[in-house]
């Protein structure tokens, strides 16, 4: 039901993947997000991040380990601590899949920002690389509200030089029959 999104999502990440993955044995990606990351409500394995490891490894990508470090509710407050402790796992590369939650609540945007950006840094300086993708917040937030939310996605992608998947759900958002 989903999979129509992922080939999207598996040729961006490839994309980000190729170059650096090449240069060593395994390349490790750790998808940092919340119950859209999780997979909340699918069944085993139908998780983006699951589909995206499947479908890597029928292309003989063996070299790449996957994470799903998705937890559902999950907000951007959480990002820098939740990623301290799978720091441990050794990631060659974050997928940061935050935000979602933070505008479903209307949680201050600067915040959501400083939350992601503290992340970024830490991933960077911990020679960790760093895609990510944007959300938007829902219309009924009000205008002023979902285009700041809206802004702050590409420009940290721009500030900190990232490969940048502008909104994680292109294609599924406002499709019924892909949506719980």
């Known amino acids: 039901m989903l999979r129509r ?3 999207l999502l598996l040729l961006w ?19 940092l997000g919340d119950s859209l990351t999780e997979g909340l409500g699918l069944e085993t394995g139908e ?5 995206n490891a499947a479908r890597l490894k029928a292309e003989g990508r063996d070299d790449i380990k996957v994470i799903n470090g998705g937890v559902s509710g999950s907000t951007s407050a959480s ?19 935050l935000g979602a939650n933070d505008g479903l609540r209307g949680l201050a945007v600067d915040e959501m920002r400083a939350n992601l950006a503290k992340t970024i840094e830490f991933a960077l300086a911990n020679g960790i690389k760093v895609a990510l993708t944007g959300m938007l917040a829902p ?9 700041a939310f809206a802004k702050v996605f590409p420009e940290l992608a ?7 998947l502008p909104f994680l759900l292109e294609g599924v958002a406002a499709v019924p029959e892909l949506n719980q």
Not at 47 to 51: G, M, R, T, V, Y
Not at 79 to 97: F, I
Not at 158 to 164: G, T
């Open 5 to 7: 999104f992922f080939p």
């Open 13 to 31: 990440l490839a994309m980000v993947i190729a170059p650096a993955a090449k240069a060593q044995d395994e390349f490790t990606v750790l998808f």
């Open 47 to 51: 998780a983006f991040p699951e589909l």
């Open 79 to 97: 990002a820098l601590g939740r990623l301290q402790w799978y720091a441990r796992s050794k990631p060659d590369l974050l997928v940061l899949a």
């Open 139 to 147: 219309p009924n937030m009000g205008p002023e509200y979902t285009e």
């Open 158 to 164: 721009a500030q900190y030089q990232l490969p940048f």
